[in-house]
């Protein structure tokens, strides 16, 4: 089954233990420390919107990004309800297209682990190049090779609740670097009855360095990697990281 189709009903169910608002001031104060405040932002891999939306409440000019239709779906219903002009596109991370240039690019909640080539990572990374103005700034997170080591890798984990139920393995490969999530869903329809729903992810666990490498490859300039929601140096034991890098190669237009 293709990823997030039955789950895209029960995504933000399950991820109610994200503070999405944190994270998005977090994400903002990086953003004004480098002088953006307002304009064009790309949500790459937006899943059902909930940064999207915090950023356009937050005043920035919004496009999300996600190979999920499904999850795009429940995002513009969101769209709906708040009445932001936000545009959403259903693309690939690696082949994304978009209009013209933005001033920075997010990539939040691990989405950078889903792409388990490295080659597409370093694809990805030169669209961001290409898509961002001159000295645009691209943040993302991802999770480390310790989360998935010590926090993921072998375990299982359930919960149940009145209108769906979860279980979901995991198993990771420390020689392919590849944690594999089974998922068995419970969903229940509008009769009461409950649907079966199996999915499985995969990520990949990168180093700090061959990620540092992979950035500078696409052409970007490596600016920062900080334990996340902090401005300290990765520990051996961060879960979290997240990466700041900028646009490298255009040159900014002068003013006659």
């Given at each position: 089954m ?84 936000i545009l ?135 600016l ?11 520990r ?21």
């Open positions: 293709e990823a997030y189709t039955g789950f895209a009903e029960v995504y933000d169910t399950f991820m109610d233990n994200i503070d999405y608002p944190s994270w998005c001031d977090y994400v903002i104060g990086i953003l004004k420390e480098h002088q953006i405040e307002d304009g064009l932002i790309l949500d790459l891999g937006c899943g059902t919107g909930s940064m999207t939306e915090l950023l356009a409440q937050a005043g920035y000019d919004m496009t999300g990004i996600d190979m999920s239709e499904d999850m795009l779906n429940i995002a513009m219903k969101k769209r709906e309800q708040s009445g932001h002009d959403y596109l259903c693309q690939e991370m690696q082949e994304f297209e978009l209009y013209g240039t933005v001033r920075a690019i997010v990539s939040i909640c691990d989405c950078i682990n889903y792409v388990t080539e490295k080659e597409d990572v370093i694809q990805t990374f030169r669209l961001v190049n290409n898509y961002l103005d001159p000295k645009g700034l691209f943040i993302f997170d991802m999770n480390t090779p310790y989360k998935f080591k010590e926090q993921l890798g072998e375990h299982t984990f359930a919960e149940n609740r009145e209108e769906c139920s979860f279980i979901w393995e995991n198993l990771y490969d420390d020689e392919e670097k590849i944690n594999e999530y089974a998922l068995t869903l419970f969903v229940r329809d509008e009769d009461g009855r409950y649907e079966k729903y199996e999915e499985f992810h995969y990520q990949r666990a990168y180093e700090i360095e061959e990620m540092k490498e992979m950035i500078q490859m696409a052409g970007l300039e490596f920062a990697v900080y334990d996340a929601f902090t401005k300290n140096a990765p051996p034991d961060s879960d979290r990281v997240y990466f700041i890098a900028r646009e490298c190669g255009k040159e900014i237009e002068k003013n006659e």
